[in-house]
C-alpha cells in the first residue's frame, strides 16, 4: 500500500521560531508533493506545493525542501506565528499520464502550536 | 464563486439508516473526490471521479457509493450506516493539466457525520 510518514505528530513552537515537519515516502512514482493547512472546523486547503525536480520551493515563510534520493520532503515554517497555529498535511500523488485521477495520498498530519 | 459546497454541515444517522451526502462544485473542473478524516489518522480517499460518468473506488469504498451525472456534482451514498461510517467527510475538486498533474485540490468545508 501507498504510504506517506509524516513527523511529528505534534509540534510545540515560540512564536519567532522555525517550525519543521517531516515526511517520507515509498512509492517512487510520486512525483507531485503537495502541503495543506487545516484549521478547526475547515477543509484542507492547499499551502505550498514542489516537483521532483527541484529540491526547494519557498514561498514567503513557507519552504520545501526535498531530498529525491532519501524520499524525504519537509515543511519549514519560518518565524513562525500564533495564526500558523493549525494541522499540517503531507501528500503525495503519482504523475498522472494518459489523464487519470489516483487521487492524493495523505500523511497523518501534524497538529502545530505556535506559542505567544 | 462558492468553490466546493457540502451540504449538510452535520449529521446524526441511526444505524442501518441511508443518507447522500451533496457536493457541488462551480469551478468547471473535471476532478472530484470524496475523503474521510478520522482523528490521527489523516484522510483517506473513498472514491474519485475523472469526468461526468465515470467513477472509480479508493482506499476505503466500502458501505459507500457514488455518482457522477454532471461536471458539478458529485453525492456520496451511505447505505445501511454503520458506527465505523462516524467520521468527517471532505469533498475535494481539482483540474489536471498539462502532463496530467493535478494543480492542487480545493476542498469544501466538510459533513461531520455521527452513527449511532
Known amino acids: 500500500q501507498q504510504q506517506v510518514k509524516q513527523s511529528p505528530q505534534s509540534l510545540i513552537v515560540q512564536k519567532g521560531g522555525i517550525s519543521i515537519i517531516n515526511c517520507a515516502y515509498e512509492?517512487?512514482?510520486?512525483?507531485?508533493f503537495p502541503w495543506y493547512q487545516q484549521f478547526p472546523g475547515k477543509g484542507p486547503a492547499l499551502l505550498i506545493a514542489?516537483?521532483?525536480?527541484?529540491s526547494e520551493k519557498k514561498e514567503g515563510r513557507f519552504t520545501i525542501s526535498f531530498n529525491k534520493s532519501a524520499k524525504q520532503f519537509s515543511l519549514h515554517i519560518m518565524d513562525s506565528q500564533p495564526g500558523d497555529s493549525a494541522t499540517y498535511f503531507c501528500?503525495?500523488?503519482?504523475?498522472?499520464?494518459?489523464?487519470?485521477?489516483?487521487?492524493?495520498?495523505f500523511g497523518k498530519g501534524t497538529h502545530l502550536i505556535i506559542q505567544p | 464563486n462558492a468553490g466546493v459546497t457540502q451540504t449538510p454541515k452535520f449529521r446524526i444517522l441511526k444505524i442501518g439508516q441511508s443518507m447522500t451526502l451533496q457536493c457541488t462544485q462551480d469551478?468547471?473542473?473535471?476532478?472530484m473526490y470524496w475523503y474521510r478524516q478520522d482523528p490521527g489518522m489523516g484522510l483517506k480517499l473513498i472514491y474519485y471521479?475523472?469526468?461526468?460518468?465515470?467513477?472509480d473506488k479508493g482506499e476505503v469504498p466500502n458501505g459507500y457509493n457514488v455518482s457522477r451525472s454532471t461536471t458539478e456534482d458529485f453525492p456520496l451514498r451511505l447505505e445501511l450506516a454503520a458506527p465505523s461510517q462516524t467520521s468527517v467527510y471532505f469533498c475535494?475538486?481539482?483540474?489536471?493539466?498539462?502532463?496530467?498533474?493535478?494543480?492542487?485540490?480545493?476542498f469544501g468545508s466538510g459533513t461531520r457525520l455521527t452513527v449511532v
Open positions: 475535494a475538486s481539482s483540474r489536471a493539466g498539462g502532463l496530467g498533474y493535478n494543480y492542487g485540490y480545493t
Open positions: 512509492n517512487t512514482a510520486f512525483d507531485y
Open positions: 514542489i516537483r521532483p525536480d527541484v
Open positions: 501528500a503525495a500523488t503519482p504523475a498522472l499520464i494518459g489523464g487519470g485521477a489516483d487521487g492524493l495520498t
Open positions: 469551478m468547471n473542473h473535471n476532478y
Open positions: 471521479s475523472v469526468g461526468a460518468g465515470i467513477t
